[in-house]
């Protein structure tokens, strides 16, 4: 490439300042990473990249001129969040706005700058500094001088980028007419396609919001049995007071443990609401308690898993509701997986049964 001298000036300063620019992307990865963090924000991708030497004396073979010094150009460092839904991008952006010193001037919104019939990068750009009370390196301080830029888009609209990156276009009108239209097109299906699913997520998340409040309204009858159900009736700890009894039958310390398996195991048994399952304990408690009380008698276990008045509380259901060992075999089926062991703790369970009147 043949660069004038002003342009050998600027590929000079840069290829001095280089560590500075390494080090520079190192803090603001850091930097959004703590803070996505905190937010318990998780996001689809999080990258940045110091241009290259031969992608800078490319631009300054085509536009040097325009600028004075190395620190006009802001993108020299580039970073980049890609989130998982549009909607996201505005929630970030608020936080990045507070973590660094946005140049509102060369920042620019490109998600509102198009038209109705057209397409393109759909995303947010911010020129950004690194303030010296977020982050400050008294051997450099350049980093707080330092302009950069970061790209805020959702996984579609990143994909979208990388098309046009892939077939070697700038932008849509580069692209030969006869293939626009159909570009188009594609771009209108995608933003489509990245609404619907932060319309529908906004939707599951208002869903699960109003199963919490009705869970824990007590009204278990109203509740459908699902998978987000069931994980809001096991935050109310409903088997806890029924699992400290069997524990203290050695005087044992309870570990909790995962009951979400326990899902499969109530459609098992036909469960069709929250309140089923609320039937089943208070039915079945006590004889839960005998069980466990016969198979823990003598072993001298000193540490008892949350899960074992769930458990003996299903192995009394499919007792009760005659399906004998072969229930009992599917049941630990459900709990350990398929295995050679599920027959044989199906015959012991039913025989300690037999020994407590369980068996119809």
């Known amino acids: 490439m043949r660069l004038d001298l002003h342009s050998e000036m600027i590929l000079e300063e840069y290829q001095a300042k280089l560590p500075v620019f390494e080090q520079l992307k190192t803090v603001v990865l850091e930097q959004l990473r703590r803070c996505l963090d905190e937010n318990n924000i998780v996001v689809s991708g999080l990258e940045a990249r110091v241009k290259t030497e031969k992608s800078l004396s490319g631009k300054l073979e085509l536009k040097g001129y325009k600028y004075h010094t190395l620190d006009d150009i802001t993108d020299i460092l580039g970073a980049r969040i890609i989130t998982f839904y549009s909607d996201e991008v505005d929630l970030i952006s608020a936080l990045v706005e507070k973590l660094f010193d946005i140049d509102w001037e060369n920042s620019v919104d490109k998600r509102k700058m198009l038209e109705t019939d057209r397409f393109g990068y759909l995303s947010l750009h911010y020129v950004c500094r690194i303030p010296e009370a977020l982050y400050k390196d008294p051997n450099m301080p350049e980093l707080n001088q330092i302009r950069f830029e970061l790209q805020m888009r959702s996984t579609l609209q990143h994909v979208w980028a990388n098309m046009y990156h892939d077939m070697g276009y700038k932008s849509e009108v580069e692209i030969p007419v006869e293939y626009q239209r159909n570009m188009s097109r594609l771009a209108g299906m995608l933003e489509l396609a990245d609404e619907q699913f932060s319309r529908i997520r906004r939707e599951i998340n208002d869903y699960r919001r109003n199963v919490q409040s009705l869970v824990a309204s007590g009204n278990f009858n109203e509740v459908p049995l699902n998978g987000d159900t069931f994980r809001s009736y096991l935050e ?68 008892v898993a949350y899960s074992v008045a769930l458990q003996n509380l299903c192995i009394v259901a499919v007792l009760k509701q005659g399906f004998g060992k072969a229930g009992l075999k599917r049941l630990f089926s459900l709990i350990y997986g398929e295995n050679s062991y599920n ?10 049964a037999q020994k407590i009147n369980l068996i119809p």
Request: proline share 1%; net charge negative; hydrophobic share 40%.
């Open 236 to 303: 109310l700890k409903p088997f806890h007071r029924l699992a400290e009894k069997i524990a203290s039958i050695n005087q044992a310390e309870l570990y909790e443990d995962s009951l979400m398996l326990y899902y499969g195991v109530f459609y098992l048994l036909g469960m069709k609401t929250i309140g089923d399952i609320e039937r089943l304990k208070n039915e079945y408690k006590d004889e839960a308690f005998q069980l466990a009380s016969l198979q823990l008698a003598g072993t001298g276990l000193d540490i």
């Open 343 to 352: 027959a044989q703790r199906a015959q012991r369970v039913y025989e300690q």
